[in-house]
């Protein structure tokens, strides 16, 4: 089976101010693994939400991770890794609160970084997917 790559970018779309203009895209199925682009406040559609507010972000990134996940005929019960990036440590417990509450009991294994910024000023979390679709739900 090809790969599946699923919703096409270019990366001018998202970092007007940069001249970076890769093509990407969101999410590659292969197999049955899924990964996902590192999610952020960014919308699904290039808008920016929760300038200012990690925690709104987070949310942010999670909502397009469950879109992106069943686009790529997975669910969030698949999501088998989850790395997170913050820009600030004072971010870790609001940040994981909201992923906590998107995840639920689903326990996937889990990184956590505190790093000195991502590709934009605004982005103050990024999280990165990982899913496995079981064997017959294929």
Not at 16 to 40: D, I, P, S, Y
Not at 88 to 103: F, M, Q, S, T
Not at 111 to 132: H, K, Q, S, Y
Request: some cysteine; charged content about 20%.
């Amino acid at each position: 089976m090809a790969h599946q790559r699923f919703r096409r970018f270019n990366t001018s779309m998202f970092y007007k101010e940069q001249t970076v203009a890769n093509e990407m895209c969101m999410a590659v199925r292969a197999g049955n693994h899924v990964f996902l682009r590192g999610q952020t406040g960014f919308t699904l559609d290039g808008g920016f939400t929760g300038l200012g507010d990690a925690a709104a972000q987070a949310d942010q990134a999670m909502r397009n991770v469950k879109v992106l996940l069943e686009e790529a005929g997975a669910r969030m019960e698949h999501i088998c890794k989850i790395t997170t990036y913050i820009t600030d440590r004072a971010w870790r417990e609001p940040v994981y609160a909201v992923i906590g509450r998107h995840l639920g009991s689903i326990a996937p294994v889990g990184t956590g970084l505190i790093v000195n910024g991502l590709a934009t000023p605004e982005m103050l979390v990024e999280i990165d997917i990982d899913a496995v679709i079981p064997d017959g739900e294929a």
